[in-house]
Nanobody
Framework: QVQLVESGGGSVQAGGSLRLSCAAS????????VGWFRQAPRKEREKVTTIYTRNGDTVYADSVKGRFTVSLDNYKNTVYLQMNSLQPEDTAMYYC????????????????WGQGTQVTVSS
């Protein structure tokens, strides 16, 4: 059974950094697509970034461009989200998702989801 497990969330002050990890079991990230999403209270879940591991292509939401970086460690089968210059508006539950061979446009189309890790940024 495929499992995605996020870790690395926590509480930081504005301007700080966190690195989130997404580790997979029974699923190999290499060759597939991995995405990070976030959902703040009373808001829709939004896509933060995707990495298409076949060619390394990445896409970022405008709100995080230049601050967040997604990367893949093939040996550890883990995807990271480095988040710098965090702001209170980045406060949300962060989820990783994976899909076989493609990066779906619709959030409901992803094959697998983790349980999330909470990020809280105080001003």
């Amino acid at each position: 059974q495929v499992q995605l497990v996020e870790s690395g969330g926590g509480s930081v002050q504005a301007g700080g950094s966190l690195r989130l990890s997404c580790a997979a079991s029974e699923f190999t990230f290499s060759g597939n697509c991995v995405g990070w999403f976030r959902q703040a209270p009373r808001k829709e879940r939004e896509k933060v970034t995707t990495i298409y591991t076949r060619n390394g292509d990445t896409v970022y939401a405008d709100s995080v461009k230049g601050r967040f970086t997604v990367s893949l460690d093939n040996y550890k089968n883990t995807v990271y989200l480095q988040m710098n210059s965090l702001q209170p508006e980045d406060t949300a539950m962060y989820y990783c998702a994976a899909d076989v061979l493609r990066c779906p446009l619709g959030r409901d189309l992803w094959d697998y989801w983790g349980q999330g890790t909470q990020v809280t940024v105080s001003s």
